[in-house]
């Protein structure tokens, strides 16, 4: 399976570098937020609250996730699905699209970062608790994303239907997310955040477990 995996990311590295458009478009999208924000608050470099600083972050980077990990299953189409059904176990497709989107989803999010940073300003004290968060909520957004992502392709691509199905699985991840972040920039204790930490390992764990045991079932549809 480790060999089906490595294989499978690098199908998703090659098509994404054929296709750069997605990347890029991506890439302005985060950009052009920032920019955006910054000129419709009116916020200077340290003339935004923390708080304020906080929400407009992660709302812009959930959006980015949304828009990056929705195309995983619509860019395959049923005679390339079909192939990959011959060659390769599902459990194998679901963990390689999650690993991949998990990469994908903390570029961005790293992006974000340094945008943020440098237009707005960086209030985080703790850096490394904060770059652990990102790598907690890019977890837990690709994974939940890539089975939602699957589940729509079955049902014609709905893009409404993935939206209905992502919120409440988003939501707790979201909250521990921005309360990790808020630790962070407040400059607190590693064991202030240690419940949260625990929480979103745990809800990332419930997520990528669920997909990795359900998927093989609507493989097969």
């Known amino acids: 399976m480790l060999k089906e995996i490595s294989v499978l990311i690098q199908k998703e590295l090659t098509l994404e570098w054929r296709q750069k458009y997605a990347l890029n478009g991506i890439l302005l999208y985060v950009v052009s937020a920032v920019f955006i924000t910054y000129l419709s608050v009116g916020a200077r470099q340290g003339n935004i609250s923390a708080p304020t600083w906080n929400a407009l972050y992660w ?88 089975m939602v992502s699957g589940i729509a392709s079955k049902a014609g691509n709905n893009a409404t239907l993935m939206a209905i199905l992502s919120f409440p699985v988003i939501i707790p991840i979201l909250l521990m ?24 390992l745990a809800i990332n764990a419930i997520v990528a477990a669920a997909g990795y045991i359900l998927f093989p079932y609507l493989w097969r549809s």
């Open 59 to 146: 709302i812009i980077i959930l959006f980015s996730a949304v828009n990056a990990v929705a195309k995983s299953f619509v860019q395959e189409h049923q005679g390339r699905q079909l192939y990959y059904y011959m060659i390769a176990s599902p459990e194998a497709i679901i963990l390689s699209k999650i690993i991949y989107n998990t990469g994908l989803t903390l570029v961005l999010a790293l992006l974000g970062y340094g945008v943020f940073s440098v237009i707005l300003g960086n209030p985080v004290e703790d850096q490394g608790l904060f770059i652990l968060n990102l790598i907690l909520g890019a977890m837990g957004f690709s994974a939940s994303l890539t």
């Open 177 to 200: 997310a921005i309360r990790i972040s808020k630790n962070a920039m407040d400059g607190l204790d590693w064991s202030v955040s240690a419940d949260k930490i625990i929480s979103l």
